[in-house]
């Protein structure tokens, strides 16, 4: 069957077999089917969607294009954490070693950070020594050791999605629902789970800036996780203000040390815990003990562990920036608007981010001390930190960073933070 | 503009402007644009469609992708015929002269065939010596001299659509109008005429296989010469049964010749008179004296004198095939079907046409004697007559063959030929 012929079928609104989207993939993958055919079935799977059988036939396809990790190769019950990527969004990091602290393997397997989303990688890379790029040795001796690892992609990982995904970019069909849980769940399935909880980011800050579309994604993605054998749950979590009080590499594992700690902010904090909750109930462990690996120190013992191996030094200090620079509110009332996307354009101006894949990022720089929307503030007080090094426009940043706050006369009710919970 | 942002704003349904239309054309012509993004806009243009302005700038966009011939630089009304593609028909080669011979001059940029429809240039070279490939000047040098020219598309002219009709047809995005109608016009536009009628065929043995579809690409050539300022008419006709009697190079210009001649089947004699008095018309060219021209041998002389420009030599006789194999009608009747689908593929089992661009043809092969839908035919005697150089699999010919027959016993109306005529 020649290539333009399952495009046609697609492009015609029929529903592709699983030898045509096996065909199409394993072609792509190795070159036989060009680019400018793999981008005219985006922009048709863009148009007319495909179906739950047809997403799980192209997630298993492009997790095929390359190495699936053997589940016997990792001792215990392996279960995984996914978000869709938002401002201040560093949960993993205080997560995997609590989930690991409470009888679960999580062989964890991140990105970088691009545009205003940060990634677990870069956050990591703020410890003195971090390598993100163990051997495969290496990552099962983590794992064994301590129960938690957090790498990065290999090139043997789902190349398929790799060459995708750059495609995509550049060809105006990143945001399809289909293609999106492909991407997602070809690589974490690649990871030899059992289970999986994703958390699905709404609102200003995130890809999914509505409800709906939250929805249709998490629908995907559970649906798509099921179809393929495991126990998957979706949350769909709140991304209109920023996650936590801190957003930039280090300032963001200084507050997944506060968390793994019980001390961290009170969305963050409860957001570990919830997803810890889930991870364990999908993973089928019984009386966790979340609270209690948090109060006895063993969960914070579980990531200084995982530091370890991964050749990091918590010892030799977090970096930090130059200059701290409030923001003072300009009157007195309660927060009624902290807007995660200008939050995170802001500290992409500072340079805790890339505008593009090749750019370097400076770990010590963000913001710290995000009021929360709710809270209660009086005019001078800091709206937050800014931690500077000097790389940025001051005039362009104070520009992004004032309109992200509003500040109101009435008292205001803290926006829910968990939205919608779908379980398969 | 990064390419991205005008396939988005494509694939979202907006109206592109005419600078991103020309900056996306030219990018991709010098290659800056690749295919991968020109497939991702062509699957976008597919599904959204492109407004009469869009349409219009996007062919002059490919028009002015390669040289555009100076229209001063060839003397008299230019005027051309284009038809979208038929079985059989083989208009274009008494056409031109008629219409030098009444008055106009007619520079025709013809095409080769493909599947199971013919090409004006491969019927030609049925003539001994017949040059397709003429210099520029003496291309100017034939017109001056006859008054019609009919050559190849050379790598000048809108070398865009040149690379786009290539990429639409690995891509599944060859049936969409405005990517038809720019295709079709930016190589007509580029000729230097005046005016243009079109025959877009519709039926069994057309690209469009039903008036509404045939109706859209009609009115959308004729939006788009106007919005060029030229004098468009179309005429939409019949293509379920082939038209005339020939189907196969050597026999189509055989068939020609008796249209010159006065002498041509009721219907391609027909439609060549038609298509003349349009021709004539949106020239302007008034009393052009067709009849006249066909009666006394101006028409057939003109002819003779473009293919003696173009070095042919018609003395030399046309070729003939081996072996003549009439197909008996099976009952006493009235023909009541001729498919002009299955007559095409006969065709190209004969060799008559090509498979893929490479395929080389055998000019002599085809079928001649085609009786037409609406004829009394008697038990024994020939629906049609085979010509045969002994390529094809019998077999598979006359299951071919056979089926695209159909005799009633009650008597039958001739379909007709002109079903609409779009006027500017």
């Known amino acids: ?159 398929a999605d790799k060459k995708l995904y750059a495609l995509r970019d550049v060809t105006a069909t990143v945001p399809s629902i289909p293609l999106i849980v492909s991407s997602i769940m070809s690589k974490k399935m690649a990871e030899g789970i059992d289970s999986l909880v ?48 801190t957003v930039g590499n280090a300032l963001e594992v200084q507050e997944s040390l506060d968390i793994l700690s019980g001390k961290g902010p009170a969305d963050s904090q409860g957001l570990t815990i919830t997803l810890a909750e889930h991870m364990l109930a999908v993973a089928g462990i019984p009386d966790p003990g979340i609270f209690q690996a948090l109060e006895n120190g063993t969960a914070l013992q579980k990531f200084e562990q995982m530091v370890t191996c991964h050749g990091g030094d918590l010892a030799a200090g977090l970096p930090t920036a130059g200059k701290q620079i409030p923001l003072p509110a300009p009157q007195s009332g309660f927060i009624s608007k902290c807007d995660a996307e200008a939050i995170g354009r802001a500290s992409l101006l500072l340079g805790a981010g890339r505008a593009k894949t090749t750019d370097t990022i400076d770990h010590a720089v963000g913001i710290s001390n995000l009021r929360k929307i709710g809270e209660r503030i009086e005019k001078g007080e800091p709206l937050c930190i800014v931690h500077s090094n000097g790389h940025e426009d001051q005039t362009a940043l104070f520009q992004t960073l004032e309109p992200a706050f509003r500040i109101a006369d009435q008292a205001v009710e803290p926006p829910p933070l968990i939205l919608e919970i779908i379980e398969s």
Chains 1, 2 share one sequence.
């Not at 298993?60 to 294009?65: D, F, K, Q, V």
Request: proline share 5%.
């Open 198 to 245: 994703l958390d699905v980011k709404c609102g200003s800050g995130a890809f999914m800036k509505n409800i709906e579309n939250a929805r249709a994604l998490a629908k995907g993605l559970v649906d798509t996780g099921v179809a393929m054998g495991k126990k998957v749950t979706a949350l769909i979590t709140d991304m209109n203000q920023p996650l936590g009080t």
């Open 1 to 159: 069957m020649l290539p333009q012929w399952i495009i046609e079928k697609k492009r015609d609104g029929a529903e592709l077999d699983s030898n045509e989207i096996r065909d199409f993939i394993d072609g792509y993958t190795k070159g036989d089917i060009p680019d400018y055919q793999m981008s005219a079935l985006a922009m048709a799977i863009y148009f007319n969607g495909m179906t739950p059988r047809e997403t799980a036939d192209l997630t298993l396809a492009m997790m095929e294009s390359g190495k699936v990790i053997d589940p016997d190769s990792i001792r215990g019950v392996k279960v995984d954490k996914h978000s869709t990527g938002g401002i201040g969004d560093k949960i993993s990091i205080p997560l995997a070693p609590l989930v690991a602290a409470c009888g679960g393997t999580v062989p964890m397997i991140s990105g970088r950070g691009l545009g205003i989303t940060g990634g677990t990688l870069d956050k990591l890379e703020s410890i003195a020594g971090y390598r993100v790029g163990l051997s495969e040795p290496e990552f099962f001796q983590t794992l064994k050791a301590v129960g938690c690892s957090m790498i990065g992609q290999t090139a043997e990982i789902a190349p």
